[in-house]
Nanobody, 116 residues
Framework: QVQVVESGGGLVQPGGSLRLSCVTSGSIFSFKAVGWYRQAPGKQREYVAEIISGGSTNYAESVKGRFTISRDRGKNTLYLQMNSLKPEDTAVYYC??????????WGQGTQVTVSS
């Protein structure tokens, strides 16, 4: 069982920035993949970004150039730096860990609201 805990959400104005954090119970570098997803009200959960075990990163087209995913080995933490935020980025953001056994573990989510 892997514990996953997100934090860092909040209310921010359009054009602003936030950094989300995701702490895991195992080494953040030991997993097959780690990533961020989001779910807006009335919509399905959607993919945002991920880091594959070798270090390569992938992003949804809607966030490319604005969001950056990274990880810190010493803190067992995954980050999502979000810049130039738009109202359509408003959602609950979830961290997902995928193990080498292809088991997925999710956090409880953190709310991000972009509004003036």
């Amino acid at each position: 069982q892997v514990q996953v805990v997100e934090s860092g959400g909040g209310l921010v104005q359009p054009g602003g920035s936030l950094r989300l954090s995701c702490v895991t119970s195992g080494s953040i570098f030991s997993f097959k993949a780690v990533g961020w997803y989001r779910q807006a009200p009335g919509k399905q959960r959607e993919y945002v970004a991920e880091i594959i075990s070798g270090g390569s990163t992938n992003y949804a087209e809607s966030v490319k150039g604005r969001f950056t995913i990274s990880r810190d080995r010493g803190k067992n933490t995954l980050y999502l730096q979000m810049n130039s935020l738009k109202p359509e980025d408003t959602a609950v953001y979830y961290c997902k860990v995928r193990t080498w056994a292809l088991n997925d573990y999710w956090g409880q989510g953190t709310q991000v609201t972009v509004s003036s």
